[in-house]
């Protein structure tokens, strides 16, 4: 199983910008397809942007243009650049596989764009 942490969360003034990181463990990260998700408060978590082992990258509408995301397989490790980031994108972000294959969760990192 993967163990995930991710970090780079933060306060943001809207139109702000920040890095999240996700750090994984184990020797099959880059066989897997992964993906970063977020969690509002009252809403359900939602799937925010996927890249594939080989590096092919899909996004969740409301991000394209704004949000990257990419990995260091060496480094084991997957980033979400933010750019433009609006009041909407205040959420918890975690990292796992894609799709969701039931493993554990991470304790996600704190996203708040707020002026």
């Known amino acids: 199983q993967v163990r995930l942490v991710e970090s780079g969360g933060g306060l943001v003034q809207p139109g702000g910008s920040l890095r999240l990181s996700c750090a994984a463990s184990?020797?099959?990260?880059?066989?897997?397809?992964m993906a970063w998700y977020r969690q509002a408060p009252g809403k359900q978590r939602e799937l925010v942007a996927r890249?594939?082992?080989?590096?092919?990258?899909d996004y969740l509408d409301s991000v394209k243009g704004r949000f990257t995301i990419s990995r260091d397989n060496a480094k084991n490790t997957m980033y979400l650049q933010m750019n433009s980031l609006r009041p909407e994108d205040t959420a918890v972000y975690y990292c796992?596989?894609?799709?969701?294959?039931?493993?554990?969760w991470g304790q996600g990192t704190q996203v708040t764009v707020s002026s």
């Open positions: 796992n596989t894609a799709p969701y294959r039931g493993g554990s």
């Open positions: 184990g020797s099959i990260f880059s066989t897997l397809a």
């Open positions: 890249i594939t082992s080989g590096g092919s990258t």
